[in-house]
Nanobody, 123 residues
Framework: VQLQASGGGLVQAGGSLRLSCAAS????????MGWFRQAPGKERMFVAR????????VYTDSVKGRFTISRDNDKNTVYLQMNSLKPEDTAVYYC?????????????????WGQGTQVTVSS
């Protein structure tokens, strides 16, 4: 599975962005998907995850109510809608895929990773 993340950019605080993660190769419909982010000098952190049918989603506390993860398996794409962005959301955002038996916040449990897309929120 190859993952390609896109949609990052520069936005003012309070603005919105929608990230996309397109999968190729074996369909990502058989994988749970997650979004992580990594700020300069910091560890890669969990942001949100979604089961392969989209029936369950989990968010880290700092983005609850602002970010929404979704997926369209017909398009082999997972999304992260980010609203009310804050400067502390600035990071490189990565999408990742895990097997169906794994639904976790741990980045070590994800098998496939996209290349990352930069999100910068100015104050």
């Amino acid at each position: 599975v190859q993952l390609q993340a896109s949609g990052g950019g520069l936005v003012q605080a309070g603005g919105s962005l929608r990230l996309s993660c397109a999968a190729s190769g074996r369909t990502h419909g058989s994988y749970n998907m997650g979004w992580f982010r990594q700020a300069p000098g910091k560890e890669r952190m969990f942001v949100a995850r979604i089961t392969w049918r989209g029936g369950s989603t989990v968010y880290t506390d700092s983005v609850k109510g602002r970010f929404t993860i979704s997926r369209d398996n017909d398009k082999n794409t997972v999304y992260l809608q980010m609203n009310s962005l804050k400067p502390e959301d600035t990071a490189v955002y990565y999408c990742a895929a895990s097997r169906l038996t794994v639904f976790t916040d741990r980045h070590q449990d994800y098998l496939y990773w996209g290349q990352g897309t930069q999100v910068t929120v100015s104050s």
